[in-house]
């Protein structure tokens, strides 16, 4: 099983920087697409309902929430199987719990599994 960590939330002012990290431990094959994905506070729900921020995809490819473009970085080490959220110009629409998620095969004669992190709390306050 796959264990996806994340770490890196804390309480940040408006307009300041936070990077989340996320590792992935456990046995598996091959990681492909990686991901952050947010609940704002008060709206915690399974799967679907977390608002997408930034995917990366296993060659690089990124693709980002309109409302974070130009702000938050995604990037993936992929010796470390870690995946990167650099977020910058924080505003105070931003807090929420910050979920790391991964596309996991666990061997080459089976389909990518959807797996979740725990998830990492951002806090914008002045």
């Known amino acids: 099983q796959v264990q996806l960590v994340e770490s890196g939330g804390g309480l940040v002012q408006p307009g300041g920087s936070l990077r989340l990290s996320c590792a992935a431990s456990?046995?598996?094959?091959?990681?492909?697409?990686m991901g952050w994905y947010r609940q704002a506070p008060g709206k915690q729900a399974p799967g679907k309902q977390r608002?997408?921020?930034?995917?990366?995809?296993?060659?690089?490819?990124?693709n980002y929430a309109d409302s974070v473009k130009g702000r938050f970085t995604i990037s993936r080490d992929n010796a470390r199987n870690t995946v990167y959220l650099q977020m910058s110009s924080l505003k105070p629409e931003d807090p929420a719990v910050y979920h790391c998620?991964?596309?996991?095969?666990?061997?080459?004669?089976?389909?990518?599994?959807?797996?979740w992190g725990q998830g990492t709390l951002v806090t914008v306050s002045s």
């Open positions: 998620n991964a596309a996991v095969r666990y061997s080459p004669a089976l389909r990518y599994l959807e797996v």
């Open positions: 456990g046995r598996f094959f091959s990681i492909n697409d």
């Open positions: 608002e997408l921020v930034a995917t990366i995809s296993g060659g690089g490819n990124t």
